[in-house]
């Protein structure tokens, strides 16, 4: 028995040495795979999937669709997912990363500034995972004291001030970085006290005659002395004046950021500040126009996060309080004359605006901010808003106001055991963009329960489509990601819990956007409506004018875009001067049938319609327990969709639902606002899920609407195959925050029959993916692959691979560094051949929608021409075995030869699948005849001597 262990450990470390580090099985690749492509219809050379539904719906722009029609998601970009390698392990406890290009445009130029060792780590053209081609010290100590300063050692080294980076980028050979200024303000010179007292910008420039030296461009006004200032959003990148290369003029806008956690209250006003960065020619060293206050002002609650420029004006974002939330415009009238004062108009309530105490606008106080995708357009990251990346288009007329554009993210799900807030993306970043659009940025969840679990770096090559290409592993709350010539990599912070270091991976390749097939579980829309198709009893908002608009003829000939719902609209208008909610109180009646505890949800529908975003709390009580989602909504002259979806398992048996829209952010707030709501309906499920999007019969009777039956007839599979499924996952889709609603998700069946049958599905609060197989109607072997996240927007990739033994899944999803592929494996015999792949169980039944990618079939050992050639003789396995058939003396499909040498699954190679195929078989084999490929050495025992037999074969 200790022999066996020892043993089964032995192979386990295997696993660690011969899997770590290396690629994950190919994804779509394979002599023998067949696809099945999914963009707004299926492409490939798999059989056309099966698809039911009873009932009518809509896709998710609102269209509606027929019994039976198909629904596909969203046009979404769809990423390569590469793999993360750690780069350099000696790069520790990176506080700022900033990167760009050298003078020559060409050259790729990566700078750290690194709190372990006190000094920046600089890469020019040179790989991450070599030294750093020079250091620069950044830390001094003096009598004691120690003190952050980019001058240390430099001939600009001031003796009673300290200049501590905290925000820059980098132009074409140039570094500009914003320092908070610290002033030693102890008269004792024994021991020094460093003090805050504003804000400066060094340029550390690479000159014409091959030498790096520092300038000081400017010190900044004492302005709130001994508060501490600046993030990285302060300064996160330069807006070129023209969009051509080489770059040779570029304005680059920063604020000085005042906060101090440790103060009541915790803001203190901030200023706002523009120079101009011109050269010549690519051969002449970049020189600095004079540094333009535009805007100052210092009022208890209130600071600036960031600013971007454009030729239509600089925008900045204001917070940090309800009443206080505003983004600005500054146009300047001639921006060769930029710092003369009588140049520049302020216009305020470019979107929110200040008022007095409790009564404000809804606006997007974003953190950080880059150029668009043009010279009108910026891009801007959420604070604590429904979203995570927008797009601001400056108009010509500042009076119309800021238009935000949804990029990525949706809001957040609230199941029974969540306390998720809202997005928060303060970081993001793009190198060149005179001549490039490739973009990355870092998206969490504020006041999240899950850590950084939910953390994301997101990718996009135009500037425009943002998918997800890597999740932050846990405890990087302050990892950031750079594009560092063809790669992304992501330094980490030392002091933190996980990887150290570099990590990098290939910088993904984008697909165009693509639609996958949408599969939703069914529900019963228990929403009452009228013959006149108002709601039943609505309260009159206090406050406010509400309008009722029926569905057939909406008087809203103007709007840009139909009305994407199948409910009642209303109009909700209220002015600065009212007091209180806005509360919108709707009685949803039971039918005769009384309502049972599971879960609900309800899709609403938000048009903004003036200068202010929308702050909506949807609340759905049985009478005594009361569930609630907030929603943050800062687009304009769009429909929105928000899902309110909860967990009902508290509600009373029996129990008739109310729906309370509140909108504002508490009950004495003064709340401007103008924008149309529509309620689609409530749809329950007795059982955990939620259907995506509304369904109706034909007569629009309020009854239970099935899932979506979706199948993919599998070719003849042999003794051994493979299956591979890429998914992802909808902005309403399962996510962590979810709770106990997303226990337990299926996601597709390996399908012989209702008997035998392998269950792939995932534990999205857990973070496991995991398989059941079922044989006689009964589980008899359990997978689980741990580190499976799956939230909203992610891509999932899983593959199922039968040896003939046992089961091996490998899943990815979202893609961590440090992680690698997830991979389980088990002891599991199919007595008859699987026949379809069911999305959801083997019933169809779903817990929530996913997004159907790409499906992949590897028939290995089916019957007929194959390309498979294990021994690599050049002549294919199943012709070899039909002319001489002892050379497969136990009829697995195996030539014996291959076997022997631990090939377990014919591909040709000895890898980590023969490995787990081989750990699962671990033991005495089953009575003859029964196949027992495993047994490398014929004894009757799957054991240590056919473990080194097979490393002895790796390769």
């Not at 056309?48 to 009518?56: C, D, G, I, S, Y």
């Not at 996952?729 to 049958?757: K, S, W």
């Not at 079939?857 to 058939?885: F, H, K, N, S």
């Amino acid at each position: 028995m200790k022999r066996g262990i020892f043993a089964l450990s032995l192979a386990l470390t295997a696993v660690t040495a011969f899997g770590a580090g290396r690629p994950r099985p190919p994804l779509g690749e394979g002599a023998g795979l067949r696809t099945a492509i999914f963009d707004a219809g299926q492409h490939g050379d798999l059989p056309p999937v099966e698809f039911e539904r009873e009932a009518a719906t809509v896709d998710p722009a609102g269209l509606p669709l027929g019994p039976n029609a198909p629904r596909y998601a969203s046009p979404r970009v769809i990423a390569s997912l590469g793999e993360w390698e750690a780069a350099n392990s000696s790069a520790r406890s990176v506080l700022a990363p900033w990167s760009g290009f050298d003078r020559d445009g060409e050259t790729p130029v990566l700078a750290l500034y690194n709190s372990f060792n006190g000094r920046m780590d600089v890469w020019v053209g040179a790989p991450v995972a070599d030294a750093p081609s020079f250091t620069v010290p950044m830390r001094r100590v003096e009598n004691g004291t120690a003190v952050r300063d980019a001058l240390y050692g430099d001939a600009l080294q001031r003796p009673h001030h300290a200049y501590d980076p905290k925000a820059g980028t980098m132009l074409p050979g140039a570094l500009v970085l914003l320092c908070e200024r610290k002033r030693d303000v102890n008269e004792n010179p024994q021991q020094r006290h460093w003090s805050p007292e504003g804000v400066s910008v060094l340029v550390y420039q690479h000159g014409a005659d091959g030498v790096w030296r520092w300038s000081i461009l400017f010190d900044g006004p004492v302005f709130a002395a001994g508060w501490k200032r600046l993030r990285a959003a302060a300064l996160l990148g330069y807006y070129p004046r023209e969009l051509q290369s080489p770059l040779t003029r570029a304005f680059i806008p920063f604020v000085d950021y005042v906060m101090d956690a440790a103060r009541s209250p915790q803001k203190r006003g901030g200023q706002l500040f523009l120079v101009e960065a011109v050269r010549a020619t690519p051969d002449d060293d970049w020189s600095f126009g004079p540094v333009a206050s535009v805007y100052e002002h210092a009022r208890d609650g209130e600071h600036f996060h960031s600013a971007a420029w454009t030729p239509r004006g600089v925008i900045l974002s204001v917070g940090d309080q309800n009443d206080l939330n505003e983004v600005k415009l500054f146009t300047c009238d001639d921006w060769d004359d930029y710092a003369n004062p009588a140049r520049w108009t302020g216009h305020d309530a470019f979107h929110g605006a200040a008022g007095g105490p409790g009564q404000f606008r809804v606006a997007n106080q974003f953190w950080g901010c880059i150029p668009g995708r043009d010279l009108n357009t910026v891009i801007v990251g959420a604070d604590v808003v429904s979203g995570s990346l927008f797009e601001i288009t400056v108009p010509p007329d500042p009076a119309t106001g800021a238009r935000f554009r949804r990029l990525h993210g949706q809001e957040v799900a609230t199941g029974a055991t969540s306390n998720v807030d809202y997005a928060i993306a303060e970081w993001m970043h793009r190198p060149a963009p005179e001549r490039s659009t490739a973009v990355v940025a870092r998206s969490f969840i504020q006041g999240s329960s899950f850590g950084q679990d939910y953390s994301r770096v997101l990718f996009s090559d135009d500037a425009e489509h943002f998918t997800p290409v890597a999740r932050i592993p846990g405890g990087q709350k302050a990892a950031t990601a750079l594009l560092y010539g063809d790669s992304i990599v992501m330094p980490y912070l030392g002091s933190q819990a996980g990887p150290v270091g570099i990590w990098s991976m290939p910088r993904p390749t984008l697909t165009a956007p693509r639609r996958g097939l949408l599969v939703a579980p069914g529900g019963r829309n228990r929403m009452v409506v009228t013959g006149t198709g108002e709601l039943v009893d609505i309260a009159p908002p206090e406050g406010a004018e509400l309008t009722y608009m029926p569905t057939a003829s909406h008087p809203l000939t103007g709007l840009p875009l139909p009305v994407p719902t199948l409910g009642p609209v209303y109009r909700v208008t209220r002015d600065d001067g009212a007091p209180g909610t806005v509360v919108l109180d709707t009685l949803i009646a039971g039918t005769a049938a009384a309502l049972s505890p599971g879960s609900a949800r309800v899709p609403l529908w938000v048009y903004g319609l003036g200068a202010e975003g929308v702050w909506l709390t949807a609340e759905l009580s049985d009478g005594a327990v009361t569930r609630t989602q907030k929603f943050k909504l800062v687009e304009r002259d769009q429909w929105v969709p928000c899902l309110l979806t909860v967990d009902t398992s508290a509600f009373a048996e029996g129990y008739a639902p109310r729906l309370r829209l509140r909108i504002a952010a508490g009950e004495a707030d003064r709340y401007a606002c103008d924008f149309l709501v529509a309620v689609d309906g409530l749809y329950v499920n007795e059982a955990h899920g939620y259907p995506l999007a509304p369904m109706t019969d034909g007569a629009g009777d309020t009854t239970r609407l099935d899932d979506e039956r979706v199948a993919m007839p599998l070719p003849a599979l042999g003794k051994a195959w493979t299956v591979e499924l890429e998914l992802r996952v909808p902005p309403t889709g399962m996510d962590m925050t979810m709770g106990d609603l997303a226990a337990a998700v299926p996601l597709a069946t390996v399908y012989a029959n209702a008997d035998e049958h392998l269950l792939l599905e995932a534990n999205v609060a857990a973070g496991t993916l995991v398989g059941r197989m079922i044989s006689g109607g009964a589980e008899t072997a359990t997978i689980t692959v741990p580190g499976f996240r799956m939230n909203r927007l992610d891509q999932v990739w899983i593959r199922a691979a039968y040896t003939g033994s046992a089961v091996n899944l490998f899943a990815v999803s979202g893609g961590s560094a440090g992680d690698g592929v997830a991979a389980g494996t088990a002891r599991a015999a199919f007595t008859a051949l699987p026949t379809e792949l069911r999305i959801g169980d083997a019933d169809f039944a779903t817990a929530g929608p996913i997004e159907l990618l790409r499906i992949g079939v590897d028939p290995t050992r089916a019957l007929g021409p194959t390309l498979v050639d294990c021994d690599r003789d050049g002549v294919p396995d199943d012709r070899q075995i039909a002319a001489a058939p002892w050379q497969d003396a136990d009829g697995d499909g195996i030539l014996d030869a291959c076997a022997e040498r631990g090939d377990l699954d014919g591909d040709g190679d000895v890898d980590v699948i023969d490995l787990l195929a081989l750990i699962g078989a671990w033991g005495a084999c089953d009575d003859p005849p029964a196949a027992c490929p495993a047994d490398l050495d014929g004894n009757g025992v799957v054991g240590f001597r056919d473990l080194l037999t097979m490393f002895a074969n790796w390769g």
